[in-house]
Nanobody, 123 residues
Framework: QVQLVESGGGLVQAGGSLRLSCAAS????????MGWFRQAPGKEREFVAA????????TYTDSVKGRFTISRDNAKNTVYLQIYSLKPEDTAVYYC????????????????WGQGTQVTVSS
């Protein structure tokens, strides 16, 4: 069982930066692949980024490549999403998720979810 708690969201101006954090409970955090997803109002949840259990492998959706960086610190049971050059279209609730095995871009393959943190980007 893994419990996930996101933090770091907020209201920022376009072009600004944020770092989202996702703190996990449990002693087996390092055995889980981690992902970040987001959901804007009226839209489906979409994949943003994911990382392997070690952090050595990462993947991103095309729209965030070069602006978002996913990383993890297994000693702190935390995964991060560093966001640069925020755009209004990045406005969404951001969720972290955990799964056993390799990372995935499909939300249905994740076993555990956090409650989400709101990111709002003003133009």
């Amino acid at each position: 069982q893994v419990q996930l708690v996101e933090s770091g969201g907020g209201l920022v101006q376009a072009g600004g930066s944020l770092r989202l954090s996702c703190a996990a409970s449990g002693r087996t955090f390092s055995s889980y692949a981690m992902g970040w997803f987001r959901q804007a109002p009226g839209k489906e949840r979409e994949f943003v980024a994911a990382t392997s259990w070690s952090g050595s492998a990462t993947t991103y959706t095309d729209s965030v490549k070069g602006r978002f960086t996913i990383s993890r610190d297994n000693a702190k049971n935390t995964v991060y999403l560093q966001i640069y050059s925020l755009k209004p279209e990045d406005t969404a609730v951001y969720y972290c998720a955990a799964k056993t095995g390799g990372y995935s871009a499909y939300y249905s393959r994740y076993d555990y979810w956090g409650q989400g943190t709101q990111v709002t980007v003003s133009s």
